[in-house]
């Protein structure tokens, strides 16, 4: 795979064990990993994340995690770029990129290249926020006016996709219909083999979510966020704090609800998160899937070790 410059891609909605089949891929081939997780990026969030512990990105190089301060955005096209220079050192060293993350956006705009869209500006995406929080219709109503195309699209119950049109339009003057129309920036100069845990019964990957949800709060979740919350520079409508379980820990430290709806409105979130990412998915071509709670830990193994071998 190194010789035809093409990559590995472990992707599945969250909670599938895409990090424990990486890991374990490490164990017998020269890897590093590139997370494709638009939450791993920032410091200081790594219970609710569920980061990489210190002690596995000491075994395998990972990269794209811990890049970012909470207070910073990072875009898409960021992400293209930086991968671009990843992929050709991690080449040059010899050793194989294996890309692990559920952020299908950061997936889809590195096959199919990017549009050249305004980055993002927190201040409109808070005033925006704001009003999906008060006026949801108003919202989908507002881009119906501006860019029908993209609210034809775009789902009314879709907040960040929402927020992210009128923002591109509020910041550029441009519908992101009229951004999509331009020519789109060159495609990798690598391959992906992707390869997706999709789980068949969505009821045990559900009965995984609300499992590692306790997980990360028996682990110090809360305490991580009221540390975020003490900075005093964050706010819950940034994009860091908009990942999924933060937002709503944060909510409830601010006495918007009770412990036990929070719970319950995390877990709901990530399974929303879990149900986009399957979308996704479901559109992608050329992918080789595997059901995490039909085969074995060392049957994936073995499975995307015989891919590896036989590229």
Known sequence: MIQKKQCLALMGPTASGKSQLSMDLAESFPIEIISVDSALIYRGMD??????????????????????????????????EDVHDLVDAIFARGKLPVFVGGTMMYFNALQQGMSDLPSADEAVRAKLQALWESNPQALHERLLEVDPESAARIHPNDPQRLIRALEVFEVSGKTLTEHRAKPKSALSSFSLLKVALIP?????????IAARFQTMLE??????VKALMARGDLSVDMTSIRSVGYRQAWLFLQGEYDYDTFVDKGVVATRQLAKRQLTWLRKESDLITLDPFKTSRQERLQHVSNLIESV
């Open 219 to 224: 682990h110090g979740f809360l305490q991580e």
């Open 200 to 208: 068949e019964d969505r009821s045990r990957l559900h009965a995984q």
């Open 47 to 80: 219970v609710g994340t569920a980061k990489p512990s210190l002690e596995e990105m000491e075994q395998v190089p990972h990269h794209l995690i811990n890049t970012h301060d909470a207070s910073q955005s990072y875009s898409a096209s960021e992400f293209v």
